[in-house]
Nanobody
């Protein structure tokens, strides 16, 4: 079982930056692929970024490439999402998610590939 708690959301002007954090419980954090997703009002939850258990591999949605960076600190059981050059269209609730990936596919992009979710943190980008 993994419990996830996001933090770091808030209100920022377009062009600004935010860093989201997701703290995980449990002793096998490095065995989980981690992902960030977001959901805007009236829209489906969409993939943003994923990172392998070791942190050695990452993958981004096209909308995040070049602006967002996912990273993790396995010693602190925490995954991060650094978001730069934010745009109003980045406004959404951001969720972190965990998927057991030991000796399996290291990266996950589908909502249904993740079994554990945080409660979400609101990011609002004003124009």
């Amino acid at each position: 079982q993994v419990q996830l708690v996001e933090s770091g959301g808030g209100l920022v002007q377009a062009g600004g930056s935010l860093r989201l954090s997701c703290a995980a419980s449990g002793r096998t954090f490095s065995g989980y692929a981690m992902g960030w997703f977001r959901q805007a009002p009236g829209q489906e939850r969409e993939f943003v970024a994923t990172i392998s258990g070791s942190g050695g591999s990452t993958h981004y949605a096209d909308s995040a490439k070049g602006r967002f960076t996912i990273s993790r600190d396995n010693a602190k059981n925490t995954v991060y999402l650094q978001m730069n050059s934010l745009k109003p269209e980045d406004t959404a609730v951001y969720y972190c998610a965990a998927s057991w990936s030991w000796n399996q596919k290291p990266l996950r992009v589908g909502v249904d590939e993740y079994g554990y979710w945080g409660q979400g943190t609101q990011v609002t980008v004003s124009s």
